[in-house]
Nanobody, 119 residues
Framework: EVQLVESGGGVVQAGGSLRLSCAAP????????IGWFRQAPGKEREEIAI????????WRLGSVKDRFRISKDNGKNTVYLQMNNLNPDDTAVYYC????????????WGQGTQVTVSS
């Protein structure tokens, strides 16, 4: 079973920045899209950004579009989520996952990384 590995979470003050990483040791992202999700306490998990591996097309949720950026490094087989101007509402566990472009289903998930934004 493929396990993605997130890193980069932590505690930051409001207005600060963090960059999350999603790596896939021994796994190729070809024909995949990689998504970032987050789940805050008591809330549903929400998808916040996606990037296609081969074409690099991206999508971001409207509420984060002006502050978050998703990117990839082909050489490192890693996807990043740059998060700027963080606020307490961004506090959540952040997950990355990869899905087949052919069927749109997410099959591989990471364990999550905690992001806490203090006011």
């Amino acid at each position: 079973e493929v396990q993605l590995v997130e890193s980069g979470g932590g505690v930051v003050q409001a207005g600060g920045s963090l960059r999350l990483s999603c790596a896939a040791p021994g796994f190729t992202f070809d024909q995949k899209a990689i998504g970032w999700f987050r789940q805050a306490p008591g809330k549903e998990r929400e998808e916040i950004a996606i990037i296609t591996w081969l074409g690099g097309s991206t999508w971001r949720l409207g509420s984060v579009k002006d502050r978050f950026r998703i990117s990839k490094d082909n050489g490192k087989n890693t996807v990043y989520l740059q998060m700027n101007n963080l606020n307490p509402d961004d506090t959540a566990v952040y997950y990355c996952a990869s899905k087949n472009i052919s069927d749109g289903k997410y099959y591989e998930w990471g364990q999550g990384t905690q992001v806490t934004v203090s006011s």
